[in-house]
């Protein structure tokens, strides 16, 4: 059985964002999340904060929470909860500058814009994109509003739309560093790792300390497999902003991908010391711990990485791995069954639960498990190489060849797929076969053996 797991995060959705207000040019940040086995990479959206005519502030902007207001306002006041970080707050404020009939078009527009953002904040998109259509009727070359509505096109897959008003932002900004920056996040979830490059590249060619635009150079990089190149970038970030800890982490996959472990331990390490409420980065150190067999300290990360996030549904997976190699397959299992309860289709998880539950002599069970994650994903050779193992233990030569046959077309040095059929082969009468198998997968894995005696399952002397 093979246990494969990537840990990688992403940005959930695209809400950085640009506010415009007479003589202010600020950003908002967003959260992110983490994704676990295709590998997805971090986009780091977060726009710089300008003030005024200012040089671009080295500084992120600071989300502080602002109460609802519950009593009339004066305009100052609702202007700075109308573009203050509570999403609640800042919906009434600019809700009450809207409706007030004082103010004039472009701050009208203003108003719009900021309560789009809020309402983005609450994942209300179809309220935050009839703002932004406001906001642009209002002020027809409002390039933030542009950006802002790009922003939620994209958090919803609608690139055409958010390509469109990338495009349009650029357009009436050609010297906007992070609106590349945001296009070039775009196209990176869309595949377009040339094109993304080429944006990041403009962006930090306009803006040689745009840290976010390197790290998600970086990032593209490293998706394509340039490692060193991406390295390169994640050592400039840091470099600039010693505090980034995306840019630790970034780098720390990207040593992964290279498997120098031990400097992605370090990086992970260096990234939860800066944002100790980086669920995701103690997945990735835990999955690199789990790499060099240090399973305690696996389990540890898995374990923080939960109580920050218990609806990390591959976190269960991961630790389901590492309690199985402890071989406590109960407590294996009880992950397993949560990571399925969480996400009905998570072929990973049944194609885990199956093997466990094999261990365990749960085989019919098990066998539900690995005909469910081949539906999920057919042809997976862990899966089936996974059920040729249930088919032996339930006596069933016919079904553990068959299985076993498939995985050694895609693999024809699997020792534990030699060794299996060779056990069916043997059930079925077939001796020499069976030895000529069995001997095959000892020289490629001399204790084969003591490993399916360890499942429960020997041959015959």
Same mark, same amino acid.
């Given at each position: 059985?093979?246990?494969?797991?990537?840990?990688?995060?992403?940005?959930?959705?695209?809400?950085?964002?640009?506010?415009?207000?007479?003589?202010?040019?600020? $950003?908002?940040?967003?959260?992110?999340?983490?994704?676990?086995?295709?590998?997805?990479?971090?986009?780091?959206?977060?726009?710089?904060?300008?003030?005024?005519? /200012?040089?671009?502030?080295?500084?992120?902007?600071?989300?502080?929470?602002?109460?609802?207001?519950?009593?009339?306002?004066?305009?100052?006041? =609702?202007?700075?909860?109308?573009?203050?970080?509570?999403?609640?707050?800042?919906?009434?404020?600019?809700?009450?500058?809207?409706?007030?009939?004082?103010?004039?078009?472009?701050?009208?527009?203003?108003?719009?814009?900021?309560?789009?953002?809020?309402?983005?904040?609450?994942?209300?998109?179809?309220?935050?994109?009839?703002?932004?259509?406001?906001?642009?009727?209002?002020?027809?070359?409002?390039?933030?509003?542009?950006?802002?509505?790009?922003?939620?096109?994209?958090? &919803?897959? %609608?690139?055409?739309?958010?390509?469109?008003?990338?495009?349009?932002?650029?357009?009436?900004?050609?010297?906007?560093?992070?609106?590349?920056?945001?296009? $070039?996040?775009?196209?990176?979830?869309? $595949?377009?790792?040339?094109?993304?490059?080429?944006?990041?590249?403009?962006?930090?060619?306009?803006?040689?300390?745009?840290?976010?635009?390197?790290? =998600?150079?970086?990032?593209?990089? %490293?998706? @394509?497999?340039?490692?060193?190149?991406?390295?390169?970038?994640?050592?400039?970030?840091?470099?600039?902003?010693?505090?980034?800890?995306?840019?630790?982490?970034?780098?720390?996959?990207?040593?992964?991908?290279?498997?120098?472990? %031990?400097?992605?331990?370090?990086?992970?390490?260096?990234?939860?010391?800066?944002?100790?409420?980086?669920?995701?980065?103690?997945?990735?150190?835990?999955?690199?711990?789990?790499?060099? $067999?240090?399973? %305690?300290?696996?389990?540890?990360?898995?374990?923080?990485?939960?109580? @920050?996030?218990?609806?990390? @549904?591959?976190?269960?997976?991961?630790?389901?791995?590492?309690?199985? &190699?402890?071989?406590?397959?109960?407590? /294996?299992?009880?992950?397993?069954?949560?990571?399925? &309860?969480?996400?009905?289709?998570?072929?990973?998880?049944?194609?885990?639960?199956?093997?466990? &539950?094999?261990?365990?002599?749960?085989?019919?069970?098990?066998?539900?498990?690995?005909?469910?994650?081949?539906?999920?994903?057919?042809?997976?050779?862990?899966?089936?190489?996974?059920?040729?193992?249930?088919?032996?233990?339930? =006596?069933?030569?016919?079904?553990?060849?068959?299985?076993?046959?498939?995985?050694?077309?895609? =693999?024809?040095?699997?020792?534990?797929?030699?060794?299996?059929?060779?056990?069916?082969?043997?059930?079925?009468?077939?001796?020499?076969?069976?030895?000529?198998?069995?001997?095959?997968?000892?020289?490629?894995?001399?204790?084969?053996?003591?490993?399916?005696?360890?499942?429960?399952?020997?041959?015959?002397?």
């Amino acid at each position: 059985m093979n246990y494969e797991v990537n840990c990688r995060s992403y940005l959930g959705a695209f809400l950085s964002f640009y506010r415009l207000h007479p003589g202010i040019f600020s $950003g908002k940040c967003a959260n992110v999340r983490c994704g676990f086995f295709s590998v997805k990479r971090h986009f780091d959206t977060r726009p710089l904060c300008l003030a005024g005519n /200012a040089a671009p502030a080295a500084v992120w902007f600071v989300v502080l929470l602002f109460p609802v207001a519950t009593s009339a306002q004066s305009p100052a006041d =609702n202007w700075a909860r109308c573009e203050g970080s509570n999403p609640d707050a800042s919906i009434a404020a600019c809700t009450a500058l809207i409706e007030s009939g004082k103010e004039d078009n472009e701050n009208q527009a203003v108003a719009f814009n900021s309560r789009g953002i809020a309402h983005s904040m609450k994942n209300q998109q179809d309220q935050a994109i009839a703002d932004f259509n406001q906001a642009i009727q209002l002020e027809p070359d409002y390039g933030g509003a542009f950006s802002n509505r790009a922003n939620v096109y994209a958090a &919803r897959g %609608d690139f055409d739309r958010a390509m469109a008003d990338y495009n349009r932002a650029i357009q009436l900004k050609p010297d906007d560093s992070d609106a590349y920056n945001f296009r $070039g996040v775009a196209f990176a979830f869309m $595949g377009k790792f040339e094109k993304a490059i080429a944006d990041f590249d403009r962006a930090i060619q306009l803006k040689p300390e745009n840290t976010g635009a390197l790290n =998600n150079r970086g990032s593209a990089y %490293d998706s @394509i497999g340039e490692y060193q190149r991406a390295i390169a970038d994640f050592d400039k970030a840091i470099e600039l902003k010693p505090d980034d800890a995306e840019a630790y982490s970034n780098r720390g996959n990207a040593y992964t991908d290279e498997h120098q472990y %031990d400097k992605a331990i370090a990086d992970y390490t260096q990234a939860v010391r800066l944002n100790p409420g980086d669920a995701s980065t103690y997945c990735n150190r835990g999955l690199r711990y789990l790499a060099k $067999g240090r399973l %305690d300290e696996a389990i540890a990360d898995f374990d923080k990485s939960l109580r @920050i996030r218990p609806d990390l @549904i591959e976190a269960y997976d991961a630790r389901g791995i590492a309690y199985h &190699r402890e071989d406590k397959e109960q407590l /294996a299992i009880a992950d397993f069954d949560q990571a399925v &309860r969480m996400k009905p289709d998570d072929a990973e998880a049944f194609s885990n639960r199956c093997f466990s &539950r094999a261990l365990v002599g749960q085989l019919s069970l098990a066998l539900e498990d690995c005909n469910q994650s081949l539906m999920l994903r057919a042809n997976d050779a862990a899966t089936l190489n996974s059920r040729g193992l249930v088919h032996l233990k339930l =006596n069933d030569a016919e079904g553990a060849m068959a299985d076993y046959d498939s995985v050694l077309a895609m =693999n024809p040095v699997m020792a534990t797929a030699l060794y299996g059929r060779g056990l069916a082969k043997q059930k079925s009468g077939d001796a020499a076969e069976a030895v000529t198998d069995m001997e095959a997968a000892k020289a490629i894995q001399p204790d084969v053996a003591g490993q399916f005696a360890k499942w429960g399952v020997t041959g015959k002397p």
